[in-house]
């Protein structure tokens, strides 16, 4: 079955530090991992997804196959930053659904 | 830039009644999806479809959820008798193969059922 964990509810930070939103996945094939974010009263949109391996709004993420995790980072975290963050994995690159994990709320404190 | 839109963004009724929530896709995309979240859970997949047809459906889109293209522009979801535990924020998504089958997704429909 596939499965993603995000363990923590909630994040806080102050700005200007570093920022880690953990995720970890249960999945037995090779899944694509990505990165939505839902900021205050808008959509879901897609933040990065880790076949891209690119940097957006300078978040980053590294696929580690052996720890089954798809950690989101930041190095300097800003007020901008603040919303919701869903990790998600879909079992192959095709039509297939996305599987969400709960949700980390980023709270980054000037 | 396009984006899919969703009608309405509130809606509330009474327990059995029938709700039908739409969406209206990216005009060029060809897959369609509704996920579903309820309040402080996880967003969860119900269906996709192509093709005017069923592509995949979770266990949650049982015989009470139907799922209908009934024109060009037009995705719906009918839940027939709505249950207090189908209250939730259902959103509708889109994709497209040239973008790689990335999910576009709309504001979302909060169902409120009472």
């Known amino acids: 079955a596939q499965r993603v964990t995000q363990p923590e509810k909630l994040l806080s930070v102050f700005k200007g530090a570093p920022v880690e939103l953990k995720c970890n996945y249960s999945y037995s094939g090779s899944p694509e991992l990505f990165w939505y974010v839902q900021y205050s009263r808008q959509r879901l949109q897609l933040l990065l997804r880790?076949?891209s391996r690119e940097s957006i709004k300078g978040f980053t993420a590294d696929l580690n196959k052996g720890e089954t995790s798809f950690h989101l980072k930041k190095p300097f975290a800003q007020e901008e930053d603040s919303a919701m963050y869903y990790c998600?994995?879909?079992?192959?690159?095709?039509?297939?659904?996305?599987?969400f994990g709960k949700g980390t709320r980023l709270s980054v404190i000037a | 830039e396009p984006e899919v839109t969703q009608t309405p963004s509130h809606q509330v009724t009474q327990m059995g009644q029938e709700v039908i929530l739409r969406c209206v896709p990216i005009?060029?995309?060809?897959?369609f999806y509704w996920y579903r979240q309820i309040l402080g859970q996880k967003v969860e997949f119900l269906v996709s479809?192509?093709?005017?047809?069923?592509?995949?459906k979770s266990e949650i889109f049982d015989d009470q959820f139907s799922v209908e293209r009934p024109d060009g522009s037009n995705f719906t979801l009918k839940i027939r008798s709505t249950k207090l535990e189908d209250s939730a924020m259902y959103f509708c998504a889109s994709s497209n193969r040239r973008d790689t089958y990335e999910q576009y997704f709309g504001p979302g429909t909060r169902l409120t059922v009472t």
């Open positions: 479809f192509y093709n005017n047809e069923i592509s995949e």
């Open positions: 880790h076949i």
């Open positions: 005009s060029n995309h060809l897959y």
């Open positions: 998600a994995l879909k079992s192959d690159s095709g039509n297939t659904p996305l599987v």
